[in-house]
């Protein structure tokens, strides 16, 4: 399975690019193919160093969507617009959205566009045959990057698409100690999307690092 | 110390007196003085078949908040204006808010008032020398009243007045193994109360009962 990381040299594109490419073909996309290159190049000797074998190639933005099964949109809500606007090929694809729309005001704070959520915003954009999912919210871009460290964490993932969010699902699954559940159609989104923010709140005001969450 | 349960008989204010009145004194308000002493008489035997001693007393919601310190508004969202409305002597109390309003359509849906948060609308419908904070929000009724259970959760409190919310956070942190976060001013209530309508959604979808969070 390729999956293609739109805005894969980021902060949260880079640390899942470490946790997927020894896993899946992983494409990684920038508006820069060089750093895409150099970030593939730093990560794929990062895993060796670990003794993993891993599928990891950078290219651009376009590329990695054209070459991909599965493309993720690792990119901060405040560039997403603009991004999406200058690419194309996401008919058929699933889309997976870990995008927060949120503010550092006093406090952090949800800042939902219009549509209710970024997933529901990123729905409209899209061709319609686009089968979008959000997951992965909630997961801090330090805590993707400390490969020494498992991921015991609960990942909600929205979808109106059932097949497409059973494949998030599974691909969720097979990460770390990840646990995918699924939190229903894409309009729940927007509840899945004011957990990060919240959390970071939690982080702030209780003076710990990159907090996460479980279900149970 | 004296807390005072407005609604003290409905589902979550039942649990939580049952939970509460081993470790301060309880004080079970509800419309119906009748149905607050029974409520009252039935949690003090409940309790006392484990072995545990109570301090419980069933009167009407005003009676509850003149006689209590800490007031809990356990009140569903839909009668929560109306029931605020024909009750005074809120001045100077700490008013802790579990109360999360949502709907259940297609899915469960985050509908808050205009003020942005249950909690928000209290402040502005309360005296401002009331001191109010959000807490206990997502643990579900069904956990309050499973005494032979641990609560193993995490709860975050958010209130403007600090010295309330860590009045607030020590009673959380005596009850069971809750545990209690920090979220912030009260304006972050907003993305705790989305919470419970995600719960409800991740319980629902996935076919598991009471679903809780952990925050680590």
């Not at 993707?144 to 969010?165: F, I, N, Q, R, T």
């Amino acid at each position: 399975m390729k999956i293609g990381i739109v805005g894969g040299t980021g902060d949260i594109g880079e640390g899942m690019a470490l946790r997927l490419s020894p896993i899946f073909d992983v494409i990684v996309g920038s508006r820069d193919t060089d750093k895409a290159e150099a970030t593939c190049k730093l990560g794929i000797e990062t895993l060796k160093t670990r003794g993993k074998a891993c599928s990891l190639k950078g290219v651009s933005n376009q590329e990695a969507i054209d070459a991909a099964d599965i493309v993720v949109l690792a990119i901060p809500f405040k560039h997403l617009a603009g991004t999406l606007d200058g690419l194309h090929g996401f008919e058929d694809k699933i889309v997976i959205s870990p995008v927060n729309p949120m503010e550092k005001r006093d406090h952090f704070v949800f800042v939902p566009p219009q549509e209710g959520s970024a997933a529901l915003m990123i729905k409209r954009i899209l061709p319609p045959s686009a089968r979008i999912c959000s997951a992965f919210n909630t997961i801090a871009a330090n805590k993707w990057k400390a490969l020494d460290e498992e991921l015991l964490y609960s990942v909600p993932v929205c979808g109106d698409d059932d097949g497409a969010k059973q494949e998030v699902m599974g691909i969720v699954n097979r990460i770390s100690r990840l646990q995918a559940f699924d939190a229903g159609p894409l309009a729940v989104s927007s509840m899945v999307e004011a957990l990060t923010p919240l959390l970071l709140n939690i982080a702030r005001y209780n003076k710990i690092r990159d907090v996460g969450i479980q279900f149970r």
